[in-house]
């Protein structure tokens, strides 16, 4: 694709890097074919080619954010299909984010989205508020039947309300500061990222995770500092928040690289993986961090990815179980981490299927499902039916968003990999038997 920017713009390497990723682009429209928002909507400007040229044209003519660009790129998932599919190597994901800085920074929304975004954002990335949020949200059920008469506003409401848990599970016992000494023979050292979002939602996942690595000889950490990567708020277009929130746990972690060492900082949830594989770029032009920024993404591992290394040994336990795995976008398509968390279960024994279309997003996306309730509800359900269609068990994911957006369409289980690897090297009951017996119904303890 020619541009057109000139040598004044190009001084911004911002605006040369987006240079270089769009004269990649020889207009081939392949990645239609498997952009979420395309096949739902089928319109051009919902896919990624139709958004590169409102890139193209927003940036080339140094434009503020038009509504027509912010709701293109509102609809935009970030799955990052699009760039799994390109032929030419397009770098998609520098684009998207690029768009969205400027949609917030030029681009002034209605007061209700405007208010609703800052909530979010003052929100999600925080523990205990994002915790104090989903006890509102119980009494704010009620409200539930009235909030479609309100428009997108009462939509969002609806959706966020419907994604809270009915029950809210336990504080999670991880403490920060605190280090766990493995069983036997150690082999290795590693941080858990306990988070934001997930250690709330759903603390068993690292804790399952915790003792899986422990049984297998690795030493894990969770240093004090450690909070939200900033994934959620940079999806939003909230470079300064991100940074911040990045920042202090590249403090945290550097403190223990620099101590007793680490080698790796395992994630959980494969948003937060791919976000933090991405520090280097985050940081690349700031002298104080690039460096540090650089060695915390390139110690960084989905979960998944650090289990392989460690070789587990076979095991029957999850004989006659069947498991539809369901990649999220971020582990196959941010991070292209595809082979293990199956090769894991497989090794473990269960029988594990694949999801038709399993390239297309369950609609979860980050704030996503919150902020484009129609569009994330028509995709969780066309992933519900395609998972309903290989009759599983259970439902594996290795990443808590889209685990509870599945959730919220189906009875079947979906717990995270390592909660069933967990499971099956365990010789208790597995964590997630307090959702209400064994996932896999008689005669499968
Ligand atoms: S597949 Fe790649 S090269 Fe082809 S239109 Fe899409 S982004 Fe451009
Ligand atoms: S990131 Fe996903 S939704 Fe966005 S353009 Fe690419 S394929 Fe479509």
Redesign the pocket.
């Known amino acids: 694709m020619q541009t057109a920017f000139t040598l004044q713009q190009l001084a911004d390497p911002d605006i040369q890097e987006a240079d270089s990723v769009l004269r990649?682009?020889?207009?081939?429209?392949?990645?239609l074919a498997t952009c979420p928002t395309y096949l739902e909507l089928g319109n051009e400007l919902d896919s990624?080619?139709g958004r590169?040229y409102l890139i193209k044209d927003m940036l080339e003519n140094d434009k503020r954010a038009s509504e027509e660009v912010t709701t293109h790129i509102d609809r935009c998932l970030s799955c990052l299909s699009?760039m799994t599919?390109?032929?030419?190597g397009?770098d998609?994901m520098r684009l998207v984010d690029q768009a969205r800085v400027r949609i917030e920074k030029t681009y002034r929304r209605p007061l209700l989205d405007r208010l609703f975004r800052a909530l979010l954002s003052a929100i999600l990335p925080y523990r205990r508020r994002f915790r104090m949020a989903l006890r509102l949200a119980g009494l704010g059920r009620a409200l539930v039947p009235v909030l479609n008469g309100f428009g997108l506003a009462g939509r969002r409401l609806e959706a966020m309300l419907a994604l809270a848990p009915a029950r809210l599970p336990a504080r999670s016992t991880i403490k920060p500061g605190v280090s766990f000494t493995p069983e036997g023979e150690q082999r290795g050292r590693v941080a858990l990222l306990n988070g934001c979002a997930q250690s709330v939602l759903d603390p068993g996942i690292n804790l399952a995770a915790l003792r899986l690595l422990s049984r297998f000889g690795v030493e894990v950490v969770f240093p004090k500092g450690e909070a939200c990567c900033g994934a959620i708020v940079h999806h939003m277009g909230r470079a300064d928040q991100a940074r911040r929130l990045a920042r202090a746990n590249i403090d945290a972690w550097m403190e223990e690289i620099e101590g007793e060492g680490l080698d790796a900082i395992v994630t959980t949830t494969s948003g937060c993986g791919t976000t933090i594989k991405d520090y280097a770029h985050l940081f690349r032009d700031d002298p104080a961090y690039a460096e540090k920024a650089a060695r915390v993404a390139a110690l960084t591992a989905d979960v998944s990815e650090y289990l392989a290394l460690l070789k587990l040994p076979p095991s029957r336990r999850g004989a006659h179980v069947v498991v539809a795995y369901h990649a999220a976008c971020s582990l196959q398509h941010g991070q292209r981490v595809t082979r293990e968390p199956k090769a894991l279960l497989m090794n473990a024994g269960f029988e594990v299927r694949d999801v038709p279309e399993g390239h297309i997003c369950c609609g979860s996306a980050g704030t996503y499902n919150i902020l484009q309730p129609d569009i994330a509800e028509r995709l969780r359900d066309r992933k519900v039916g395609n998972i309903a269609s290989v009759a599983p068990d259970v439902i594996a994911a290795g990443n808590i968003g889209c685990i509870a957006q599945i959730a919220s369409g189906t009875h079947v289980p979906v717990l995270h990999t390592v909660e069933l690897l967990d499971w099956a090297y365990g010789d208790d009951e597995a964590d997630f038997l307090r959702r209400g017996g064994s996932p896999f119904g008689e005669g499968v303890s």
């Open positions: 990649r682009c020889v207009h081939c429209g392949f990645c990624p080619r590169i699009c599919t390109c032929p030419s397009v998609y």
